[in-house]
């Protein structure tokens, strides 16, 4: 059971570049979601998804897409990356059938430079 | 509107010593709570978390919190700190929905 699984690790672009940061969970979990966390502020949510074809806008979604065309994968897309966007990404999975009491179960990371 | 709100960005303790980690939430409905752990270079993992059946939650490695309605807070504890502890602490409150509001983290620094 590999649970929630991030690709790349780490990846350094330049300004104005495109990329997906990959994210599949195999636990069949409906709820899916990208965080990014920076120094001082804890984890911030971009945004999420409750199910194939359905998404949602977090607390900072600016600058960043996403899509849900299965229950495994929910890529991050960054248009025209820019430094401010050089974090740490984490996506998170979970169902959904239990009302706030679910647990988060997250991936490792991938680690974003944009110089 | 619900909130986190963890005190200490930063807790330094030696080794052997009590581990405190303080919590205080708002949420305008009965909550579910949760600490998480991040280990170095890892993601997010479950230490504990609250559903209303107890108000004293056990967790993995020793932790244990302690739901206080009347003090809106959830602080973890450890009786005797370990090296293997130092990593970032996240308090998580979900009330009522499947998306969590996380604190700002704790940091633990164990001295030897």
């Known amino acids: 059971n590999a649970g929630v699984t991030q690709t790349p690790k780490f990846q350094v672009l330049k300004t104005g570049q495109s990329m997906t940061l990959q994210c599949a969970q195999d636990m069949n979990h409906e709820y899916m979601s990208w965080y990014r966390q920076d120094p001082g502020m804890g984890l911030r949510l971009i945004h999420y998804s409750v199910g194939a074809g359905i998404t949602d806008q977090g607390e900072v979604p600016n600058g960043y897409n996403v899509s849900r065309s299965t229950t495994e994968d929910f890529p991050l897309r960054l248009l025209s990356a820019a430094p401010s966007q050089t974090s740490v990404y984490f996506c998170a999975s979970s169902s959904t059938g239990l009302s706030g009491a679910n647990v988060l179960t997250f991936g490792a990371g991938s680690r974003l430079t944009v110089l | 509107a619900q909130s986190v709100t963890q005190l200490g960005s930063h807790v330094s303790v030696s080794e052997g010593a009590l581990v405190l980690l303080r919590c205080n939430y708002s949420s305008s409905v009965p909550p579910y709570l949760f600490w998480y752990v991040q280990y170095p270079n890892q993601g997010l993992q479950l230490l504990l978390k609250y559903t209303s059946a107890a108000t004293l939650v056990k967790g993995i490695n020793g932790f244990e919190a302690e739901f206080k309605k009347s003090e809106t807070s959830f602080h973890l504890t450890k009786p005797s700190a370990h090296m293997s502890d130092a990593a970032e602490y996240f308090c998580?409150?979900?009330?009522?929905?499947?998306?969590?509001?996380f604190g700002r983290g704790t940091s633990l620094i164990v001295h030897p």
């Open positions: 998580a409150l979900s009330g009522g929905s499947y998306i969590p509001t």
